[in-house]
């Protein structure tokens, strides 16, 4: 079974902020564990979100974080909270906003 929220767009997903890199376990970067809650993770109960470039101590590495369908739709929610009121297309029309849709996408995703 294919994680539905693969179909969120990448840019969407990369508006969700982490917790500090330097918090994380290896299962955490590696996306085996939720990065909030260290829940371990399947394809079926995982949101990917999205390749990252990390720095651990004084190299970079690739990450690729996900997280439980319950902690992705509440960082979600709050990364919606801090967009949308300085997003000039979202004061105008928030359905013509790709970053707003997204986050509404993954938002609805976690309630599942």
Request: proline letters at 5%; aromatic letters at 4%; one cysteine or more.
């Amino acid at each position: 079974m294919t994680d539905r929220t693969d179909t969120a767009p990448a840019w969407g997903k990369a508006a969700l902020p982490l917790p500090s890199v330097d918090a994380l376990s290896e299962e955490q970067l590696r996306g085996a564990a939720c990065v909030w809650c260290k829940t371990p993770l399947t394809a079926e109960t995982a949101v990917n979100l999205g390749e990252r470039r990390v720095r651990i101590r004084s190299s970079h590495t690739t990450a690729f974080p996900r997280g439980c369908r319950r902690h992705a739709g509440e960082a979600a929610y709050r990364a919606l909270l801090d967009h949308a009121p300085s997003c000039e297309q979202c004061v105008d029309n928030a359905d013509r906003c790709d970053t707003n849709t997204a986050l509404r996408h993954l938002i609805r995703e976690g309630r599942r």
